[in-house]
Structures are given as C-alpha cells and as structure tokens.
C-alpha cells in the first residue's frame, strides 16, 4: 500500500499562483501519476498526468497555466498553478496508476488506485 499525502493548498484571488505537493510514502517512479479535482457540484475531473519518463497531458481547461512535474528521487508530485480562475476552486487529489494510465485518453479516475485525501484550493474573484 501506498500512502499519498497532498499539501500546499489555500486561497487566493484570481490571476494569483499555488503549488500544490504531493509526496508518497513509497516508490512511484515507475508509474503514471495524476492530479485530479472535485467539487460537491461536479464528478471528479482530471487536471493533469504525468508518465514516468516525463509525458505529461492537460486538460483543456488548464492548458498553459498548470504544470505538472515529479521529482522521482523524492516520491514527490507537483503542481504549479498559475493565473487561476474562481473556476479552479475544488479540492485536488493525486493519484498514482500502472503505466497503461498515461497512454488512455482522457484521464479517468478509474484507472488510478491509490489516492491521497485531498487539498482543497479557493480561488476568489
């Protein structure tokens, strides 16, 4: 079992930036890692994904403003958020899935089975 434990979350007005963490409590290197959101109104929804050999994905939505990275050394996942929108708001998980999950489009929460509990993000206008 792997453990996933999110941080840097917060609120911030819109057009500010956020760094979001997430660090696992074993190796990860070799999988495909993701950050999704959620909110109450919305199903989970998927943010961005990165391959083990540093293939990432977006989602439309993001494009442009959201970079994901991972420092493998350091089983940790990040997510740099810049120029943010009320519309960010949501809590964001990281999830870790086998490699098969960075090859499938478009992300889905199905393919990933280990999740950490969540950072909640508020974005206001």
């Known amino acids: 079992q792997v453990y996933l434990t999110e941080s840097g979350g917060g609120s911030v007005e819109a057009g500010g930036s956020l760094r979001l963490s997430c660090t696992a409590s074993?190796?990860?290197?070799?999988?495909?890692v993701a950050w999704f959101r959620q909110t109450p109104e919305k199903e989970r929804e998927g943010v961005a994904r990165?391959?083990?050999?540093?293939?990432?994905t977006y989602a439309d939505s993001v494009e442009g403003r959201f970079t994901i990275t991972r420092d493998n050394a350091q089983h940790t996942l990040y997510l740099e958020m810049n120029s943010l929108h009320p519309e960010d708001t949501a809590m964001y998980y990281c999830?870790?899935?086998?490699?098969?999950?960075?090859?499938?489009?478009?992300?889905?929460?199905?393919?990933?089975?280990?999740w950490g509990q969540g950072t909640q993000v508020t974005v206001s206008s």
């Open positions: 999830a870790i899935g086998d490699v098969s999950a960075c090859w499938v489009a478009p992300l889905r929460s199905t393919d990933y089975y280990h």
């Open positions: 074993g190796d990860s290197g070799g999988k495909c």
């Open positions: 990165i391959s083990s050999w540093g293939l990432t």
